[in-house]
Every structure is written in structure tokens, then in C-alpha cells.
């Protein structure tokens, strides 16, 4: 599903919208992936655990971009 995340640009705070991609694993852990940014996934013991991990998984991506002076979505 798609969803809209408010993250901390700076001194700003900037709307974005991810798609993000839920699934289970073999040993039943949920695993979520942002596609839209390269290598940004996590996972957690249920979909809200996981959920609440990806949306800090997105916020760490964003923010190693800005402070690399990159844009935060390429």
C-alpha cells in the first residue's frame, strides 16, 4: 500500500508518499520494502512492528541523503 509519511526536512517538515511492500519470510517475520529507495527495507514480528520500522528505515534513508547534500528522493 501507499502511504504518506511527514519526516523532518531540516528545519521543515516535508510530506512524501511511498509505496511500501509487505511480505513474510520463512520463519514468519513481516518484511517491509520501499521500493522507490535503493537498499531502504526492514522487517519486525508483526505488520505493525514492521511498519513502524520501515517508517524509520525511510526517515534514516532521507536523512544520510540530505546530509550527503543529495536530494532526499533521487
Known amino acids: 500500500p501507499t502511504r504518506w509519511y511527514h519526516l523532518w526536512e531540516g528545519s521543515q517538515m ?3 508518499r511511498f509505496t511500501v511492500v509487505y511480505g513474510t519470510d520463512e520463519d514468519g517475520r513481516v518484511l ?4 522507490a529507495l535503493q537498499g531502504c527495507y526492514s522487517d519486525g514480528a508483526t505488520e505493525e512492528e514492521a511498519r ?3 517508517r524509520e528505515a525511510i526517515q534514516a534513508h ?3 541523503r540530505l546530509a ?3 536530494r ?3
Open 52 to 54: 513502524a520500522n520501515i
Open 14 to 16: 516535508k510530506e512524501y
Open 62 to 64: 532521507i536523512e544520510s
Open 32 to 35: 517491509a520494502i520501499c521500493p
Open 72 to 74: 532526499a528522493i533521487a
Open 68 to 70: 550527503r547534500g543529495e
